[in-house]
């Protein structure tokens, strides 16, 4: 048994996972979790969607109480950051100069919010979603205008979180406006087929859908009243939310000389089938690992709960020896408004040569969507369809080629 703790570095869900996987297997290995956060790990998605409008309650955000970690013994360090590592040591300096043994690493540090880089993007009233006190934040501001049944919201950027929270705010009875560079909101991940669907599920609940770059934010007296795009039309706001993507939290990884996977291969942390790094005592996951395939033969790094989920259990085995490979499709999900859906599998839209095919309705928004190409099924996607992922996944990995017509059937 080492001397010296595992040491798992992150808040996120895939900490939580990784420790509870740990427990699992050996209740009495030494385990201290560090995180920035001044609570214990949590999950992401709701902070978007029912915490964020006041109908889930704290609680559930957490996959493991704080209890847990005292009860299973685990050292939890809240609202400390790891600022350094020496791996020749196998040491993490924590900000305040302390230094921190450990046997073995997993490095779980996620991703920040990517900032508008425009005039005003300081004035008060612009925010970010990514954490549960930004949740917090946004949600006194949502609130108490959802009960005096005013308030203007725009939403800069047309992705999932911004589509998220313009759900939330609208559902919330305020007035909101989202503005995306795409022709329809979150094009750039589900191309111009579905996200016309998303587009329509918006307008139909009042939302308006601008397209244009912003390019400044204005403001009176130190506050954000609004947001000028770059045809020189100014969006009145009382509030200012940017979900322009995130950026994967390596430079930890970076500067202890942990090799990175170039951007145009999706960016993080390169490690391999098991979740290791370069260091044979060090591992990654969650948002930062970019993790090879088996199926789709290239490695992947995706930024969604499920990752999270699968790869921090995977990564706490494989911190106690487990040499299983990681084979996992990606999956993630969504709710706006009365429409939830669940994707499986992964396209590289940028790439091109993707066919559509769905079955079902889109005008009842009742559909699955398949991504082909050479008519093998590379992703699927469901719209208040329920419990066929792993049909889904099947049909993914069996690699086979599919007539349109058997496609279209999937539903019926």
Known sequence: ????????????????????????????????????????????????KD?????????????????????????????????????????????????????????????????LDVPGRDLGG??????????????????PASLEGDGRVVVVGSGWIGMEVAASARMLGLDVTVVGLDEHPLEAVLGPEMGALYGQVHADHEVDLRRGEVIAVVGREGRATGVELHDGTELAADLVVVGVGATPNVGLAEA???????????????????????????FAAGDIASIPSPHYRRPLRVEHWA???????????????DDAPYDVLPYFFSD?????????????????????????????????????????????????????????????????KFPRAELEGFTG
Request: net charge negative; proline share 5%; hydrophobic share 40%.
């Open 1 to 48: 048994m080492p001397t010296e703790p595992i040491v798992i570095v992150g808040g996120g869900l895939a900490a939580a996972k990784a420790a509870e996987a740990v427990r699992e297997r050996d209740a009495d290995v030494g385990l201290v979790v560090v995180t920035t956060e001044p609570c214990a790990p949590y999950e992401r998605p709701p902070l978007s």
């Open 51 to 115: 915490y964020l409008r006041g109908q889930a309650e704290r609680d559930t955000l957490f996959p493991l109480s704080e209890d847990w970690y005292a009860d299973q013994g685990v050292e939890l360090r809240t609202s400390d950051t790891v600022v350094g590592l020496d791996l020749d040591a196998r040491r993490a300096t924590l900000a305040g100069g302390a230094q921190l043994p450990f046997s073995r690493l997993l490095l779980a540090t996620g991703s920040s919010p990517r900032m």
């Open 126 to 143: 612009v925010q970010y979603l990514r954490t549960l006190e930004d949740s917090d934040l946004l949600a006194s501001t949502l609130l």
């Open 256 to 282: 202890a000389g942990l090799p990175l996977r170039p951007r145009a291969e999706g960016g993080g942390v390169v490690v391999d089938a098991t979740l290791r790094t370069s260091h044979p005592d060090v």
């Open 307 to 321: 990752t999270a989920l699968e790869s921090g259990a995977h990564a706490g085995r494989a911190l106690l020896g």
């Open 336 to 400: 706006q408004f009365d429409v939830g859906m669940e994707y499986k599998g992964f396209v590289d839209l940028r790439s091109g040569g993707y066919e559509v095919v769905v079955s079902g309705s889109v005008s009842d928004r009742e559909l699955v969507a398949f991504w082909l190409r050479d008519g093998a099924v590379h992703a699927g996607m469901a719209v208040n369809v329920w419990e066929r992922m792993d049909d889904v996944e099947e049909l993914i990995r069996s690699g086979r």
